[in-house]
């Protein structure tokens, strides 16, 4: 394959930079590019013994450090950048000034959280929807201000990158993300319900919010990667990543339970009450505000994607869990603690609305 970027070299095979990530996407990036004929590199701090091949150039620098990402990456050309773990502002500068005449295409992974710190827009969200008033930041040192200034910063870091885009021509594509299941997630957050439906006891959900799912399958962001790095599309632009179903909590469990031969069952709390206990996220992870749903059309429109459906993904993530049992999570330990709320619920010792 001849270097879209890099043409009239004598280089043929693709070129292309990885920026940490290498534990859960990343992971299936450097797997796929490797099996379409690709010269990968990854760079992150080394800190996470990664499984990739030897034959991946490994490149070691704190990406937050401005001279250990410029000594790394001094000389260096590349056809393609993936940045899998660019989250503020300034870090975003240090990289355009760094790659700017030196990638032939910047593919950088948002957030949906993009939308939810928005106001005056309903679900689900389109691109078109990104400008606009913003919420006041919330009480400081709380979760919902943690979440906020999460997708502050990564609206700083698409601004500084469009401005490139608009000075310069800085080639830039931003991938919004919904939640991301995969086999990988390292949160487990999946595999929380997962051993939940096992166990065959109550799910715990709090009443709310109760926002409706549309999340998106780890294959697909590889595939849009691939879309992007075939066609050269997308460029001074943002795309919604995002499978086409959208499901109450309810209609997710209970898909996930046919795929495994299992019936849930779901018993809604207080919020207040479950946080008081300490079982929120893990008894839940997908009952957040912070959950965006996306919609995904134009990301169809602009390079032709379609998304593998919820049922089979599930499948496939089902299936490596039953063949690869991951050590069980930190947030499954209390497991004993949420059957005795429901207990002490059910006897009236307890009120759960």
Known sequence: MGSPF??????????????GGTRNLGHFMVSDFLERGYHVTILNRGLTRDELPEQVERLRADRTDTAQLTTALKGRIFDVVIDNALYKQPEAEAIVKLLNGRV???IVLSSGQVYLVREGIERPFREDEYDGRLMP????????????LYGMDKRHVEDTLASAWGKSKFPYTALRLPMVNSERDHFNRLY?????LEDGGPILAPSTPNFRL???YGGDVVTAMNLLISSGKGKGQALNISQDET?????FLDLLGEVMGMQPHLVRVQRDLLEGNGFLPDCSPFSERWMSELDNQLSKDALGMSYTPLRDALTRIVNHYRENVPQQPAGYR?????LLLVEQISEG???GK
Request: proline share 2%; charged share 20%.
């Open 104 to 106: 032939g295409h910047y």
């Open 214 to 216: 549309r999340h998106v």
């Open 137 to 148: 930041a919330p009480k400081i040192n709380t979760f919902g201000f943690e979440e906020w």
């Open 192 to 196: 929380a319900y997962i051993l939940r």
């Open 334 to 338: 209390r497991r004993r603690a949420e």
């Open 247 to 251: 499901h109450t909590l309810e209609e």
């Open 6 to 19: 890099l043409s009239g070299c004598s280089q043929t095979i693709m070129n292309i930079l990885i920026i």
């Open 349 to 351: 010792m307890v009120s």
